[in-house]
Nanobody, 123 residues
Framework: QMQLEESGGGSVQAGGSLRLSCKAS????????MGWFRQAPGKEREGIAA???????TYDDSVKGRFTISRDTAKNILTLQMNSLKPEDSAMYYC?????????????????WGQGTQVTVSS
């Protein structure tokens, strides 16, 4: 059974940093692209960073230069290093896996989602 489990969320002041992790299990990790999405209250879920099977990262403009996505295929872990956090970064953050993953490509019906981890940035 394919599973994703996020961790690392929390509360931080503006300008601070957080590191999110997503542990994958139940599937051949290297065969899937991985991505991070977020959803703030009253807003749609949006893709913010992704790394495809070949390791190519893509970012939404709102996080480019501040967030870094990386994957460890040996440990089946996806990470998102978030620096220079802003209050508008506050949201529930989700990781997802799909055969193809680019930051603005919708996750297909065969994709897998984690349960999410909350990030709150105070001003």
């Amino acid at each position: 059974q394919m599973q994703l489990e996020e961790s690392g969320g929390g509360s931080v002041q503006a300008g601070g940093s957080l590191r999110l992790s997503c542990k994958a299990s139940g599937f051949r990790y290297s065969n899937y692209g991985m991505g991070w999405f977020r959803q703030a209250p009253g807003k749609e879920r949006e893709g913010i960073a992704a790394v495809n099977r070949d390791g190519t990262p893509t970012y939404d403009d709102s996080v480019k230069g501040r967030f870094t996505i990386s994957r460890d295929t040996a440990k089946n872990i996806l990470t998102l290093q978030m620096n220079s956090l802003k209050p508008e970064d506050s949201a529930m953050y989700y990781c997802a896996a799909d055969r193809e993953m680019f930051v603005h490509l919708p996750v297909s019906d065969s994709g897998v989602w984690g349960q999410g981890t909350q990030v709150t940035v105070s001003s």
